[in-house]
């Protein structure tokens, strides 16, 4: 089974804190994304990578970067947190191969900023 | 922009009952569309994905259709039990390789 691993199930940071997210994939995956879920806005896209060392802005991205320095790993970056970056962050992967576009989540990273 | 919508954003039903789950998209060139289900505090699940060529998909008690001229799909759950409680999230892809636009989800509990 395709497999996205975070490493951290539920951080608490203080505010100003750099905090970092990783993401690990096992299934060669080409594309890999960040969303946030918070409720009642539902996900919303962050960031995404097509490929090593690329990156895309999503549609919140400000407040955060990415870094993809192996196909593996994508990795989420808040350079300061606020408390408004409490919530849900979930990491998606999915093959870049036409027709075969299943998105594979990881189990999430609940954080809470105070 | 695409849109994804799910109406109701929250459903109840007792087991046993055969349910339909709607979603409905603004922008009909669609590429696929999924649906995923979410338990409480967990990540998403792919349940079935539909090319914009085919009409539907089945996997068990779960049948999911695609009308793109109407910018509609549906999630059919047969027999459901109370295990079927989860939120269900439909998402759209508008091209070979961009991101998927997802809908809020429909939260549905199925009572004993």
């Known amino acids: 089974d395709v497999k996205v691993t975070q490493s951290s199930r539920y951080l608490v940071k203080r505010t100003g804190e750099k905090v970092f997210l990783e993401c690990v994939q096992d299934?060669?995956?080409?594309?890999m994304f960040w969303y946030r879920q918070d409720p009642g806005l539902g996900l919303r896209l962050i960031y995404f990578?097509?490929?090593?060392?690329?990156?895309e802005k999503g549609d919140i991205p400000e407040g955060y970067s990415v870094s993809r320095e192996k196909k593996e790993r994508f990795s989420l970056i808040l350079e300061s947190a606020s408390t408004n970056q409490t919530s849900m962050y979930l990491c998606?992967?999915?093959?870049?191969?036409?027709?075969?576009?299943?998105?594979?989540f990881g189990a999430g990273s609940r954080l809470t900023v105070l | 922009k695409q849109e994804v919508t799910q109406i109701p954003a929250a459903l109840s039903v007792p087991e046993g009952e055969n349910l339909v789950l709607n979603c409905s998209f603004t922008d009909s060139a669609i590429y696929n569309l999924q649906w995923f289900r979410q338990d409480p505090g967990k990540g998403l699940t792919s349940l079935l994905l539909i090319q914009s060529s085919q009409r539907e998909q089945t996997s068990g008690r779960l049948n999911a259709s695609l009308d793109k001229s109407s910018g509609r799909s549906t999630l059919y759950i047969a027999a459901s039990q109370p295990g079927d409680s989860a939120t269900y999230l439909c998402?759209?892809?508008?091209?070979?390789?961009?991101?998927?636009?997802f809908g809020k989800g429909t939260r549905l509990s199925v009572i004993a």
């Open positions: 998606a992967s999915r093959t870049g191969r036409p027709g075969a576009n299943v998105l594979t």
């Open positions: 998402a759209s892809m508008n091209s070979g390789n961009t991101p998927l636009v």
């Open positions: 990578s097509y490929d090593v060392k690329m990156k």
């Open positions: 299934m060669d995956h080409e594309n």
